[in-house]
Nanobody, 122 residues
Framework: QAQLVESGGGLVQAGGSLRLSCAAS????????MGWFRQAPGKEREVVAS????????YYADFVKGRFTISRDNAKNTVYLQMNSLNPEDSAVYYC???????????????WGRGTQVTVSS
């Protein structure tokens, strides 16, 4: 059964960094695209970043460009999100997703993790 498990969330001060990881199992890592979404209380879910299977194409939302980096290790079936220069507006539950479509602002995953909380204090 397909499964995505996120880790690495936590509490960090503004300006700090966190690295999220998402381990995939059940054969879904061979899907074309892996990515991260986030959802803050009272706000809609928004795509943060996504990456194709061979890491040739990446997409970043404007609000994370230059601060976040997505990467994947196909040998470990894991996708990462390195988050630097965090600010309180980045506080949200971050979800890992896997899907068959190419990265982009409208990308939606076919499979989802349960999420990991990121809280940035001011």
């Amino acid at each position: 059964q397909a499964q995505l498990v996120e880790s690495g969330g936590g509490l960090v001060q503004a300006g700090g960094s966190l690295r999220l990881s998402c381990a995939a199992s059940g054969g879904i890592f061979s899907t074309i695209t892996m990515g991260w979404f986030r959802q803050a209380p009272g706000k809609e879910r928004e795509v943060v970043a996504s990456i194709t299977r061979m890491s040739r194409i990446t997409y970043y939302a404007d609000f994370v460009k230059g601060r976040f980096t997505i990467s994947r290790d196909n040998a470990k079936n894991t996708v990462y999100l390195q988050m630097n220069s965090l600010n309180p507006e980045d506080s949200a539950v971050y979800y890992c997703a896997a899907g068959s479509k190419a990265p982009g602002p409208g990308w939606l995953g076919d499979y989802w993790g349960r999420g990991t909380q990121v809280t940035v204090s001011s």
